[in-house]
């Protein structure tokens, strides 16, 4: 089982960056695909991007393409998004999530709790 805890949301203006942690629990998250999706007030929740267990193979939504990008530090059990010219449209709670068996879009077993992103224009 693992616990997930995200960390590094705040607000910050049009244009501007912020790196999203995700902090895991459990020795062997190692093995656990991630992804990151979003929801935005009155929106469903929305992929974001995936890793696979290695950080060999990456996938993003075509909205976040080119500007954010994954990667994990198996090490330190974290996930990090890492989000670059950031707009309006990008404000969301940011989740992180994991699986054992699937990655990329589709279900993930376990979720935080969320971070929240404000992005001002």
């Known amino acids: 089982q693992v616990r997930l805890v995200e960390s590094g949301g705040g607000l910050v203006q049009a244009g501007g960056s912020l790196r999203l942690s995700c902090a895991a629990s459990?020795?062997?998250?190692?093995?656990?695909?991630v992804a990151w999706f979003r929801q935005a007030p009155g929106r469903e929740r929305e992929f974001v991007a995936a890793?696979?267990?290695?950080?060999?193979?990456?996938d993003y939504a075509d909205s976040v393409k080119g500007r954010f990008t994954i990667s994990r530090d198996n090490a330190k059990n974290t996930v990090y998004l890492q989000m670059n010219s950031l707009t309006p449209e990008d404000t969301a709670v940011y989740y992180c999530?994991?699986?054992?068996?699937?990655w990329g879009r589709g279900s993930y077993d376990y979720w935080g709790q969320g971070t929240q992103v404000t992005v001002s224009s």
């Open positions: 999530a994991a699986d054992r068996t699937n």
């Open positions: 459990g020795r062997t998250f190692s093995t656990y695909f």
């Open positions: 890793i696979t267990w290695s950080g060999g193979n990456t």
